[in-house]
């Protein structure tokens, strides 16, 4: 079995910066040909794609974070970091990591972050 496990979230005011952190454990596992995402859903709203990273280290970033935030990932210790600057509060939400390929598909439990004064 593989198991995501997210970290880093927390409180944080306005303007502030946060950098959360997703680890993937599992027997004979290679996330170095795996591609990884973040994604953070609100109340009530559907899970949305936040950034993207590919088994290449290509990335894409959701419209709303360009500039913001930094996806990126250590294929050696099996992690992908989402770097969030300038958080506003509208980035409050749970957020989610994602690790998969052609058919394998894994989520993590979700770290909550809000942005507050």
């Known amino acids: 079995q593989v198991q995501l496990v997210e970290s880093g979230g927390g409180l944080v005011q306005p303007g502030g910066s946060l950098r959360l952190s997703c680890v993937a454990s599992?027997?004979?596992?290679?996330?170095?040909?795996m591609h990884w995402s973040w994604h953070r859903q609100s109340p009530g709203k559907q899970r949305d794609l936040v950034?993207?990273?590919?088994?290449?280290?290509?990335?894409k970033y959701a419209d709303s974070v360009k500039g913001r935030f930094t996806i990126s990932r250590d294929n050696a210790k099996n992690t992908v970091y989402l770097q969030m600057n300038g958080l506003k509060s509208e980035d409050t939400a749970d957020y989610y990591c994602?690790?998969?390929?052609?058919?394998?598909?894994?989520w993590g439990q979700g770290t909550q972050v809000t942005v507050s004064s």
């Open positions: 994602r690790l998969f390929g052609a058919i394998r598909n894994y």
């Open positions: 599992g027997r004979f596992l290679s996330t170095s040909v």
């Open positions: 950034a993207s990273i590919t088994s290449g280290g290509d990335t």
